[in-house]
């Protein structure tokens, strides 16, 4: 019996390859690295401004 997804519980699913082997949730797909998503959002640039900024550059 493969372990438990630690984000959404669900059954893990093992891959191996070489010997080596990897775990995969297959429902909200978990691989087991983590990540930071904390980071601060930024305002995206319009047209108008980005045509600005590029005659302004030139």
């Not at 019996?1 to 959404?8: A, G, L, S, T, Y």
């Not at 010997?19 to 319009?46: F, M, N, Q």
């Amino acid at each position: 019996m493969e372990p438990d997804c630690p984000r959404c519980g669900n059954e893990l699913t093992t891959f191996s390859l070489a010997g080596v082997e990897a775990l995969s949730c297959e429902t909200c797909g978990y691989v087991g690295l983590e990540a930071d998503h904390t980071g601060k959002p930024r305002a995206d640039e319009s047209w108008e401004t980005a045509i600005r900024r590029f005659h302004d550059d030139r």
